[in-house]
């Protein structure tokens, strides 16, 4: 595949997939759709693009997403705003994981609105 949405229906299984293989999917072209949330590790061009998740069920929710490298400064950019990204995958070196970790060269973004349901669900095949 040349391309990956991570959208609804394969939002986890897709970022599982790139975490676990990151060397694979160098170069791909991804789309992702989320909230932004800001560390105070990153660049002031980079943030985390993020959805609320559940696995089994509401106690074991969490975020999930992937850092995002926009071509300008986002500081002006307020947590949770719901963005759409676009963009090619590569790999960086993540400090506070002490690890390299897939990240997104955003190609175009544009603010979106919150989906009725804002949480991705684990698919089981």
């Known amino acids: 595949m040349q391309s990956i949405v991570l959208d609804d229906d394969h939002y986890f299984h897709g970022l599982e997939t790139i975490y676990n293989y990151p060397g694979d999917f160098i170069g791909k072209k991804v789309a ?14 980079q943030l985390f693009v993020l959805r ?39 790999t960086t070196y993540y400090t506070p994981f002490k690890e390299n970790i897939p990240y997104l060269k955003v190609t175009s973004y544009h603010k979106s609105s919150e989906p009725k349901d804002p949480y991705v669900y684990r698919q089981y095949n």
């Open 32 to 45: 992702i759709k989320g909230f932004v949330y800001r560390t105070d590790d990153i660049k002031a061009n």
């Open 52 to 90: 609320f998740g559940i696995i089994h069920c509401i106690a074991d929710a969490g975020v999930y997403g992937m850092l995002v490298d926009f071509p300008g400064n986002m500081a002006n950019v307020k947590e949770n705003t719901w963005i759409e990204a676009e963009g090619k995958l590569d």
